[in-house]
């Protein structure tokens, strides 16, 4: 069974430019995280899915961030414009349920110049 | 509210030797409580779980926990350390907040084990 797929594995952009990251999930999984992962540190939250429904969103900056999930499958998290403070790991995971351990793909390296 | 706190940042240990990797947790529910690795440029792997059956969880790779209520922790520990070992392990908490239904995943900082040939 594949894992979480996430594309790209790596990204250089330049500051105030546009990104997005894909993830597809584990098949049947309902819910879907977007997590962020600075450097030292442990993952972040920024979006928890169920289904096609964002259930929170607290921590995803609004003015900059945007995420969707569309069909309740594949989602696609944007930035826009980014930062230099932008630059971590982002990294999507995924569970059979609410509350189940999740499952996370390699994640996407993003470097803001 | 729910958190986590790692008590070591870095924890070196020699091969061979056991390891102790320390966690906290705080939580207003039932919390399930989890230990995840993750090796330099590769994804989070499940390392177990704690979903409030056994208070002794075992494993991959050798590795147990044990849920301790009137103490809030949930350590990790290996009886022997292999130098495969040597990755990061972060501590997370998951609650259940009856209320909404809601369950998010929240990690500690993360502990940095090193194993010593």
């Known amino acids: 069974e594949a894992g979480v797929v996430q594309s790209p594995r790596y990204k250089i952009i330049e500051k105030k430019q546009p990104v997005a990251f894909w993830c597809n999930p584990i098949s049947g999984h309902n819910t879907l995280y977007w997590y962020r992962q600075n450097l030292g540190q442990g993952p972040e939250l920024l979006i928890r899915?169920?289904?096609?429904?964002?259930?929170?969103d607290s921590q995803l900056p609004k003015d900059r961030f945007s995420a969707e999930r569309l069909k309740g499958v594949d989602s696609t998290l944007k930035i826009q414009p980014a930062e230099l403070g932008d630059s971590a790991v982002y990294l999507c995971a995924s569970s059979l349920r609410d509350g189940a351990e999740a499952f996370f793909g390699q994640g996407t390296r993003l470097t803001v110049v | 509210a729910q958190s986590v706190t790692q008590l070591d940042s870095h924890v070196s240990v020699s091969e061979g030797t056991p390891v102790l990797l320390r966690c906290n947790y705080s939580s207003s529910y039932s919390p399930s409580l989890f230990w995840y690795v993750q090796h330099p440029n590769k994804g989070l792997q499940l390392l177990l779980k704690?979903?409030?059956?056994?208070?002794m969880v075992k494993g991959i790779n050798g590795f147990e926990a044990e849920f301790k209520k009137s103490e809030t922790s949930f350590h990790l520990t290996k009886p022997s350390a292999h130098m495969s070992d040597a990755a990061e392990y972060f501590c997370?908490?998951?609650?259940?907040?009856?209320?909404?239904?809601?369950?998010?995943?929240?990690f500690g900082t993360g502990t940095r084990l090193t194993v010593i040939p």
């Open positions: 899915y169920e289904n096609e429904e964002a259930v929170d």
């Open positions: 997370v908490v998951s609650d259940s907040l009856k209320r909404t239904g809601a369950n998010n995943l929240f």
């Open positions: 704690y979903t409030s059956a056994a208070t």
